[in-house]
């Protein structure tokens, strides 16, 4: 099956929907765009600051231009995925991650470089969302979130800040297995074995 990803700009929701047709088409999920600065420049958050803050920022040089550099090779043979294929979206730098075993299983990751507020910027657009909630990634903060609650369908979106500036979106997308009941269950592994591979 021809899978083919599906561009679609970022507005005022903290996730966009997925799309669908006779044949499965994915989107990715990003939050809105926000006004900011980068670096140590003050930026300007749109309510109160209300996101928790990461305990220590991670190295995020290398998936600022390469969001599949989020795994390393440990890590994708844990989680049993192929070697990724980088795209250039919008919103940032994004790779797709498919299941060896099954390429009907997909991870769509995307470092979130067009937002400057990092996971507030997410907490800032939770009116938006279907589904809210808000977990950790091996000590990182993060959120469950999406436009459309498509759990039950194989799709789990998680956001894990890996500095306060700096959010990375996951997108689980399984058509089959142990994900495509429990997606949330895959990205929450993905986002751990992430931060320990940036923390290295």
């Known amino acids: 099956m021809n899978r083919r990803l599906l561009a679609v700009p970022a507005l005022a929701c903290a996730v966009l929907a997925v799309a669908g047709c006779t044949s499965r088409t994915h989107g ?6 926000a006004t900011g600065t980068t670096g140590s420049e003050t930026t300007t ?7 928790p803050h990461v305990p220590h920022p991670l190295n995020v040089t290398a998936i600022t231009s390469d969001a599949c550099a989020t795994l390393d090779a440990t890590g994708r043979s844990s989680l049993g995925l192929g070697e990724g294929e980088p795209r250039t979206t919008g919103n940032g730098p994004s790779c797709t991650f498919q299941e060896t075993a099954d390429p009907g299983n997909q991870i769509d990751v995307t470092t979130v470089t067009a937002n400057k507020n990092g996971l507030q910027d997410v907490y800032d657009t ?4 279907a589904y809210w909630g ?3 990634s091996y000590g990182y903060p993060g ?5 459309v609650d498509d759990r039950k369908n194989g799709k789990c979106g998680l956001f894990v800040a890996v500095t306060d500036q700096l959010v990375v979106n ?3 997308q399984y058509d089959h297995g142990d994900g495509a009941s429990d997606p949330c269950s895959v990205a929450a592994k993905f986002g751990e074995i992430m931060v320990r591979t940036l923390g290295a």
């Open 28 to 33: 990715t999920a990003n939050p809105a765009l």
């Open 45 to 51: 958050r749109s309510t109160a600051d209300t996101a």
């Open 126 to 129: 939770r009116a938006n969302d």
């Open 134 to 136: 808000e977990t950790q």
């Open 143 to 147: 959120v469950y979130a999406a436009a």
């Open 170 to 172: 996951i997108l689980v």
